[in-house]
């Protein structure tokens, strides 16, 4: 088992296989040229397959793949039906633009759940926001993933002057439709502009649904970032990820390794340690996968605090999130 000081178990791994992407959602992509790395600095197929064996091995029972855009990698197919074959739980957090090109092979693998980003319900603002118009093409991949009977987490990044007003349109949304809304509070990284005004908190969307909806919490599973709620009657529910008013490190289960193979024991760590490198050259990678789960910070990679309206994003030293893998 892999184990923090803070007697956290680490039984959760997220992969990011590229950090290509087809969209330019701007809360994600640095704003400057962004230059992809190069495919031959990426983990190969192998080595993303043999790092999830030995992260397997060491107690890990959840592996979520993202990026970038995971289903732009080439092999991506392949990474998925490999890592199908392990005892554990595997999910996908993608755009949706191409998740038509991948149903047969999600029906082939051993993904039963997916998480779907999608920020608005208007196209003209998706086209605004990631620079792409591609909503039709996401609408009709959440409705063909919902039909074949996938369970569709939508995750919807909140932001205030943005996609505030538009919370209970989602809400409204999950009334006949089986989706299941994640709101998530805006979250500083390198790059993306961030500032503490722009974040529209847990509370505020509580206020703004509680205004129009009857709401009822639905009870916390264990490691749960998300706090969920229902509102009866409807066929989804909604959740709200307070990273940023209210975060849940206590509970934290989780390691990332970026496309690079370079190791992340919190989405805001300061430091990483690669991985990659030594596994090419044949070394045993363990004590670094479990020295890094040691250095890990009590909350929030030790870089701020939940009373955010103090922070500066430029204080933050990290890596954009398209690098890291949210
Ligand atoms: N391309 C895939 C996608 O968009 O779902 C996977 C990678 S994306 C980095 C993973 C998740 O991080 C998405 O749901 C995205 O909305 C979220 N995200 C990106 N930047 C964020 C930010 N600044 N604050 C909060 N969430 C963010
Ligand atoms: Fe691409 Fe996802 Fe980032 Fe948008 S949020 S730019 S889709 S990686």
Redesign the pocket.
């Known amino acids: 088992m892999i184990t923090d000081t803070y007697n956290r178990v680490h039984n959760y791994l997220r992969i990011s296989l590229t950090d290509n992407?087809n969209l330019r959602?701007f809360?994600?992509m640095p704003e400057q040229d962004y230059i992809f790395t190069p495919a031959a600095q990426l983990m190969q197929k192998a080595e993303i397959v043999a790092l999830a064996k030995l992260f397997v091995a060491n107690g890990v029972d959840k592996i979520r793949l993202?990026?970038?855009?995971?289903l732009v990698r080439k092999d991506a197919g392949e990474i998925i039906l490999a890592l199908s074959e392990l005892p554990v739980t595997l999910t996908i957090?993608?755009?949706g633009t191409r998740l038509d090109h991948f149903l047969d092979i999600f029906l082939r693998s051993s993904i039963r759940a997916l998480?779907i980003?999608l920020d608005t319900l208007q196209p003209e603002k998706f086209l605004l926001m990631t620079r792409y118009d591609q909503f039709g093409k996401v609408m009709d991949n959440i409705r063909l993933m919902t039909a074949h009977g996938f369970h569709v987490k939508v995750?919807v990044?909140v932001m205030r002057g943005v996609n505030e007003n538009e919370i209970n349109d989602f809400i409204e949304w999950t009334r006949d439709t089986p989706v299941h809304i994640r709101f998530?509070e805006?979250?500083p990284?390198t790059g993306?502009h961030?500032e503490s005004n722009k974040v529209f908190t847990w509370k505020e969307m509580l206020d703004v649904i509680g205004s129009k909806y009857t709401i009822t919490r639905l009870a916390d599973e264990q490691h749960d970032t998300a706090k969920k709620y229902t509102v009866p009657g409807h066929a989804g529910t909604f959740a709200v990820i307070s990273t940023m008013s209210a975060p849940f490190c206590s509970g934290c289960n989780r390691m990332r390794l970026t496309a690079d193979g370079r190791m992340k024991n919190c989405l805001f760590s300061r430091t990483e340690t690669d991985l990659l490198t030594p596994m090419r050259k044949g070394e045993n990678i363990l004590p670094l996968i479990l020295q890094n789960v040691l250095e890990k910070a009590e909350a929030l990679g030790g870089q701020f605090t939940p009373d955010f309206l103090q922070l500066h994003a430029e204080e933050i030293n990290n890596r954009s999130?398209?690098t890291i893998?949210?």
């Open positions: 992407c959602c809360y994600c993202t990026g970038g855009e995971p957090t993608t755009n998480n980003s995750n990044v998530i805006f979250m990284f993306n961030w999130m398209i893998g949210g």
